[in-house]
């Protein structure tokens, strides 16, 4: 019987895996996950969710944290760059539970990335009369720099967004503080304030009741429910 090695194993030497893969995949998407895997020469022993992979780690991790008996309950936020979901567990030293999970595969940092686009942009073309997101390569280069300015402001409060001729020659010297980041992105927070709710709601606890969140994401900063 084949070990369970890295994926950096030997091409001709068969490898046993468990694969994860995001809550929201159809079952053709997992199908085709099968299908990667046995042409990489992977014998897939299991797919699991993402999700499900977390809690089991963080539980593997913190075993000795918890309670035999008194359940300590979890909540995960994992906002990527484009989807974002949410899961709620209960742990104790010899057992996991997901009691809650929610996720939207349309929501990421990219639609925090651009909306701020739509705004820098917008005041661009009003100001020299040429519009960043017509020209891919200009489009590129601002969305470069939206999202650089996005990661800093998750540690500090005020940052400028530079770039040197931009397009038609033009500069582009623009300052963004955090709360008018937040402001400019606000329908999307509220998108996902009504999913962390919902996956609350659906556990059947109370905010005062989670012992801890932990954030597993690379997306942006996320204001509390």
């Known amino acids: 019987m084949s070990k369970v090695k890295t994926f950096f194993a030997d091409p001709l030497e068969k490898t046993d895996a468990v694969l994860a893969v995001p809550p929201y995949f159809s079952a053709i998407e997992r199908q085709a996950v099968l299908d990667a895997a046995k042409v990489a020469n992977i014998n897939c022993l299991r797919l699991i969710n993402e999700n499900t992979a977390v809690a089991l780690t963080y539980g593997f991790f913190r ?25 709620i567990a209960s742990f104790t030293q010899k057992k996991v539970k997901i009691l809650a999970h929610n996720s939207d595969r349309n929501l990421g940092a990219r639609n925090f990335d651009a909306l701020l686009l739509d705004k820098i942009s ?4 009003s100001k020299y009369g040429c519009d960043p997101r017509e020209a891919p390569r200009v489009r590129s280069r601002l969305l470069d720099a939206i999202e650089k300015a996005r990661k800093v402001l ?12 931009l397009m038609e020659d033009e500069d582009l010297h623009r300052h963004l503080a955090r709360e008018e980041f ?29 012992n801890c969140v932990e954030i597993v994401g690379d997306g942006s900063r996320i204001p509390a429910v």
């Open 122 to 125: 917008d005041e661009f073309n």
């Open 154 to 165: 998750s540690g500090i409060k005020e940052t400028d967004i530079s770039i040197e001729c």
């Open 182 to 210: 937040e402001e400019i992105i606000k329908p999307d927070i509220e998108r996902v304030q009504e999913i962390m709710k919902k996956t609350l709601k659906e556990s059947g606890l109370k905010t005062s009741d989670l």
């Open 63 to 87: 075993r000795k944290e918890f309670d035999e008996k008194k359940e300590r309950f979890v909540a995960f936020i994992d906002f990527g760059h484009g989807n974002f979901s949410t899961t």
